[in-house]
């Protein structure tokens, strides 16, 4: 079988797997979210959080209580990793480094999960577990509980309120997030990923010498970091290492996990607000991004583009050599597309051209799909910007889903979009214009660059691949990347759920004659212009220094 035939089955199979999920998950996790019974398990947790889990929040109250959960998420994970060796399952391990445990513990907190370490060398089976992996799930429930609290604001009327934010957490870890890692981790199991605390173990290799390995509860991490878009790895080398990913299905697998949670929320949001076009509308524009995406990946990398690949006739470096360029290429759109970050080959070693797609991929805002929740918060915001410029081309005030887009609103998603490029291209230009960002480069020229760019687009935008040729555990990166983390997390979802405040006391505006409507390809295309045409103008410079001059050259 020829790899473009190979990649099209493989791209085929999990297209198909998508359509099969979007309805009934999409159902079922409406229903989780609008549904008024606590069961027993949740009422303990209300009852330890002081939490009256029948009362609602404002906009205010919500974002308050998200950013105070997240601060004292990231405390608890640095006291972890500071405190290391005074505990249990620690494996010998020292403390990690100030500076690196900053960096770990927003990096974590706020579902980018960049890793600028090997974890295997670094962290004990608690601080992987108790730590990490909590994080893990809570991170993505908080996205959840974001993108839900938006579509509040679009389906409700004349109200102060967006629903609890614990009620929306707790619901989103314990009835989605832990039954479906729970299943997915059996699976990963039955497939040959590890799963055990037993300590160091070391191995005769075949040349005759020693290596220490240090096993650990991997097939749990791996679950939910594809599922909830964490990414991260439990070794160094993430998804490319045989005990996190050992064959071609688990391959296939782990792409679908990190992919389907965020495919199937637009038909929550299509339930929530009473059209399931409207949803239908949304997973479209997602649906063709990604598409894009992956098909110039796949094309850019088996084509060879380079002096080097052209002279050997393929571009193997860094690849995936047990999937083969076309799977390999899939899982890195896929995690760029969404905000993962796992990684199952070496970006740095991609072809110019495929790189570059790959960094626009995140540039994107991560939308198509998306990470869970933020992938659709972004994307619906894109459609409010989408249906103001509509607006402007007839004349008449947008309208979105029966809400005026006013100049609050308008404003609100404005700076939602604003703050991604102050973070890449501040960021970028003073790691590269100062002596101690620079030295960590591996590379200089176009590719130095784009290295730099990469790193900061995925900090950022909360995805935490890197293109590897950086070395970012220096105190300069890990305190100037995890200021990007953060920012890149909070400052968005504040705006969202401040615009998600305003929709909500709107009365509903009837249709019109003049009122664009929202679930026809024709709205479908807009966006996708939209989005393409909103990067392509903030990011162009800084893509043409440095991958499309690489690539050109």
Request: hydrophobic share 50%; proline share 4%.
């Amino acid at each position: 079988m020829s790899p473009t035939l190979a990649g099209i089955l493989f791209i085929a199979s999990l297209l198909l797997a998508l359509a099969l999920c979007h309805k009934p998950l999409g159902d079922y996790m409406y229903r989780v979210y609008t549904g008024t019974r606590h069961n027993a398990v949740e009422r303990v947790i209300y009852r330890l959080l002081g939490v009256q889990p029948d009362s609602e929040q404002r906009w205010g109250v919500y974002a308050r209580s998200v950013l105070a959960f997240s601060i004292v998420s990231i405390l608890f994970l640095y006291a972890l990793q500071r405190l290391q060796s005074h505990l249990f399952l620690a494996l010998g391990m020292e403390p990690v480094e100030p500076a690196l445990a900053w960096n770990i513990a927003v990096s974590f907190a706020t579902n980018t999960n960049w890793q600028a370490y090997s974890g295997e060398s670094t962290m004990g089976h608690l601080v992987q577990t108790a730590g990490l992996a909590v994080q893990n799930f809570v991170s993505a429930a908080v996205g959840m509980a974001v993108a839900i609290a938006l579509v509040r604001g679009f389906s409700r009327k004349k109200t102060h309120t967006l629903g609890n934010f614990w009620v929306d957490l707790v619901r989103g870890t314990i009835r989605i997030l832990l039954p479906i890692a729970f299943v997915a981790a059996l699976v990963l199991v039955a497939g040959g990923v590890i799963q055990t605390f037993a300590d160091h173990s070391t191995w005769t290799t075949l040349t005759g010498g020693r290596q220490t390995f240090t096993p650990g509860a991997v097939a749990s991490q791996e679950a939910i970091k594809d599922l909830g878009t964490n990414g991260g790895g439990f070794f160094n080398v993430n998804s490319a290492h045989p005990f996190e990913n050992p064959t071609s299905w688990t391959n296939w697998f782990e792409i679908f996990l990190l992919l389907v949670i965020a495919f199937c929320l637009p038909r929550t949001f299509g339930r929530m607000v009473g059209d399931n076009r409207q949803g239908y509308a949304i997973v479209a524009v997602m649906g063709v991004i990604a598409m894009i995406s992956v098909g110039l990946t796949n094309w850019a990398e088996l084509s060879a583009g380079g002096t080097v690949p052209q002279a050997i006739g393929a571009a193997l470096e860094g690849r995936e050599a047990r999937f083969g360029t076309s799977n390999s290429a899939m899982f890195a759109s896929a995690t760029t597309l969404t905000s993962t970050g796992a990684v199952d080959s070496f970006h740095d070693s991609y072809t110019a051209l495929g790189g570059g797609m790959l960094i626009f991929n995140m540039l994107l805002g991560e939308v198509a799909p998306g990470g869970v929740g933020s992938g659709l918060y972004g994307m619906l915001i894109l459609a409010v910007i989408t249906v103001f410029v509509a607006g402007l081309m007839v004349g008449r005030t947008p309208e979105y889903l029966g809400k005026k887009i006013g100049a609050r609103e308008i404003k609100l998603a404005s700076l939602y979009f604003l703050v991604t490029p102050v973070l890449v291209l501040v960021g970028t230009a003073v790691a590269m214009g100062t002596e101690v960002g620079r030295s960590a480069m591996l590379n200089s020229g176009p590719h130095g660059l784009s290295e730099i760019l990469y790193a900061y687009t995925s900090a950022s935008n909360n995805n935490g691949s890197a293109f590897a040729g950086v070395s970012a555990n220096t105190v300069f990166h890990n305190t100037t990347l995890g200021l990007c983390m953060a920012f890149g997390r909070f400052v968005p979802i504040v705006l969202a759920l401040a615009l998600a405040g305003s929709l909500a006391q709107q009365a509903p505006v009837p249709a019109s004659v003049g009122t664009l409507p929202t679930h026809r390809p024709q709205f479908v295309g807009l966006v996708v212009g939209v989005t393409i045409i909103l990067v392509a103008l903030t990011f162009l410079p800084a893509l043409a220094l440095g991958p499309l001059a690489e690539g050109i050259r």
